[in-house]
């Protein structure tokens, strides 16, 4: 059983950064495949980024270049930074893990077998 809590979001001006945190609780065994989505109104949820083992990192189209997935083992914790953040970037932010994952699996939320709650992340030009 794994519990995911996510942090950090908050509203910021178009350009600026966040940095969210996932902390998991980890009961059995720490989940090895970790991942970052977003749904914002109306849309279906996509995935962010993900993190396979403690360097396999996986990158939806719309983090390239300005979203980096790290994670810190010894505090069970995945942290997402943004930067050059952009108002259609505005969305509730999803931690979600799985035990295992291969490194050819596209990003996609069925995969995943534990989600946190959400953390808000609110972009305003």
């Known amino acids: 059983q794994v519990q995911l809590v996510e942090s950090g979001g908050g509203s910021v001006q178009a350009g600026g950064s966040l940095r969210l945190s996932c902390v998991a609780s980890v009961f059995v065994a720490r989940p090895d495949c970790m991942a970052w989505f977003r749904q914002a109104p109306g849309k279906e949820r996509e995935g962010v980024a993900r993190?396979?083992?403690?360097?396999?990192?996986m990158y939806g189209d719309s983090a390239k270049g300005r979203f980096t997935i790290s994670k810190d083992n010894a505090k069970n914790t995945v942290y997402l930074q943004m930067n050059s953040l952009k108002p259609e970037d505005t969305a509730m932010y999803y931690c979600a893990a799985t035990r295992t994952c291969e490194a050819w699996e596209p990003l996609q939320e069925n995969l995943y077998t534990y989600w946190g709650q959400g953390t808000q992340v609110t972009v305003s030009s």
């Open positions: 993190i396979r083992g403690d360097s396999h990192k």
